[in-house]
């Protein structure tokens, strides 16, 4: 039998309103007793007495079993859902900064207390991949999870690749739409794809990693002429999250722009829309395809999320818990990448250790070689000043352990 949910509610913007708009066609045992919000004077379309100011109205209100929390403040996020699920509350987030950055307190605070978090709506909008890897992929050997995560991003890259439109006014047009902040750094830089990622190769694979620890390079210096590259070799440039099993030790995580092929899921995935890929040993490729931001859609994945706590779902975080396993995160990986640069001095920077191509004409200047990840990491800042753009061209030969030695020194 499912149980009543009695809800307090943290943020009533674009998702928390879209999650109002579906529970209100719905029969589904579940109340909204009270809305917490940070504006008292906006007008809203809701009764004056649903809403509150204050966050102990809900936290310390007996009469609430479950806290749905929508806001933008990632330590307001973090002590609204640690104190919840410490005063036996059950909480449903869509908070990825939060959750990626507290994964491992999160996880210990639910085991401490006997409460569950989910957190469907944080990656991926309506794809429900988080349940899919908790339940489905649990006894998987999953070799890759790739994809895109974000829906601004890919926004600006449908309009610069299909629409000819130059980054500045595709930017304006997502800001414009609301795909898009006015600070979009969150979005164009990778740091939300990052933090998806992060979220989804906790379930995937066992590992909580420190988001300081995974590269994230973004599309902000994408120009013209990468553009026209990518359309004479028949590609497509995507924003593109990677997590990947080495071997049965090592996993390593990153996010860069990617050339992707005609051949790739990927390669229609246009507009705010995003797309997961999930590479098994045993169920091969499989796809998933969705939007992945928005009220009623990012609103139906928290909705599914409260629907599951009327049964007491929790994840259960099996392959974390999994006596064998053993796996690392490492960023001592070899990537072939495609750096389009003015600078020579950043190619001696990157230290290549193997360069494929090279080309000179003009302005355009670029090299397509095998490269250290961590070089990149470390030479980070310098690639964004410069203005250059780096790609992920893993059609060349993907990405292996740098050190094919580093096994048996570790072990």
Avoid: W
């Avoid at 109340?31 to 379309?45: F, Y």
């Avoid at 102990?56 to 002590?79: C, G, H, R, S």
């Avoid at 999320?305 to 006596?323: P, Q, V």
């Amino acid at each position: 039998m499912s149980k009543k949910l009695t809800i307090g509610l943290f943020g009533f913007g674009v998702v928390g309103q879209g999650l109002y708009d579906i529970i209100k066609t719905k029969n589904l045992n579940l109340e909204i007793v009270k809305i917490a919000i940070k504006n008292p004077e906006k007008d809203r379309s809701l009764p004056k007495e649903l809403f509150t100011t204050d966050r102990d109205d809900i936290l310390n209100n007996p009469e609430i079993n479950t806290v749905v929390e929508l806001i933008n403040d990632t330590e307001a996020a973090f002590e609204i859902v640690s104190r919840a699920l410490s005063s036996g509350k059950n909480v449903v987030s869509a908070s990825k900064k939060m959750i990626a950055t507290y994964l491992d307190e999160l996880i210990a605070l639910q085991q401490k207390h006997g409460t569950s978090l989910l957190y469907e709506g944080s990656v991926c909008g309506s794809i429900p991949i988080i349940r899919n890897l908790e339940e489905y992929y649990d006894n998987e050997l999953l070799h890759s999870i790739s994809g895109i995560f974000n829906g601004s991003s890919n926004y600006i890259l449908s309009k610069g690749f299909i629409e000819g439109l130059d980054y500045s006014t595709a930017l304006k047009q997502a800001q414009d739409l609301g795909f898009a902040e006015t600070d979009p750094t969150m979005d164009v830089g990778g740091f939300d794809a990052k933090y998806k990622l992060i979220i989804a190769a906790a379930h995937a694979y066992g590992v909580v990693i420190d988001p300081k620890d995974v590269l994230n390079v973004g599309i902000q210096n994408l120009s013209a002429k990468d553009l026209q590259y990518a359309r004479e070799k028949n590609l497509k440039i995507k924003l593109v999250p990677v997590a990947k099993e080495l071997d049965d030790r090592h996993v390593t995580l990153f996010v860069l722009p990617k050339f992707v092929t005609e051949s790739e899921f990927l390669y229609n995935v246009e507009y705010e829309y995003n797309g997961v890929t999930v590479q098994a040993a045993f169920a091969d490729q499989q796809f998933f395809f969705g939007k992945g931001a928005g009220g009623h859609p990012t609103g139906s994945a928290v909705l599914s999320d409260i629907a599951a706590l009327r049964y007491n779902y929790a994840y259960e975080y099996k392959k974390a818990k999994a006596d064998n396993n053993r796996l690392q995160f490492t960023n001592n990986v070899d990537i072939n990448i495609y750096l389009r640069y003015d600078d020579e001095a950043l190619v001696d920077a990157l230290e290549f250790e193997h360069i494929h191509e090279r080309f000179y004409s003009g302005s355009y200047k670029f090299v397509i070689g095998k490269i250290n990840l961590q070089k990149l990491i470390d030479n980070q800042q310098q690639i964004a000043d410069s203005g250059a753009f780096v790609a992920f061209a893993d059609q060349l030969s993907g990405v292996k352990l740098a050190n094919a030695k580093l096994q048996e020194a570790e072990a």
